[in-house]
């Protein structure tokens, strides 16, 4: 079920220019979230350096684990990518 859950959210948060997330594990204290963003932008300018292909996507995961009653533990990994080439 999870698994379907998953390829579902997968395709939509790429297809979304808005920043989207989804918990994928919540079990025992520790905590899974996938996020995302796909922005596609291309500006027009005189300016070279400015002009051209802006779009980018960027997803990642955040986790909680409850390390004790008293300490959590936090992390993130993150990915962004430019469409430039």
């Keep these: 079920m999870k698994r379907k859950v998953l390829a579902l959210m997968v395709p939509a948060l790429l297809m979304a220019s808005a920043a989207n997330a989804a918990e994928i594990y919540n079990k025992n204290g520790n905590k ?16 070279a350096s400015e002009d051209g292909d ?32």
Excluded: A, C, M, N
């Design 32 to 47: 899974l979230d996938l996020y995302g963003k796909v922005d596609g932008l291309h500006y027009f300018s005189d300016d």
């Design 54 to 85: 802006q779009t980018y996507v960027r997803f990642g995961l955040k986790g909680e684990t409850q390390i004790t009653s008293e300490l959590t533990g936090y992390g993130q990994l993150g990915i962004q990518h430019s469409g430039e080439h």
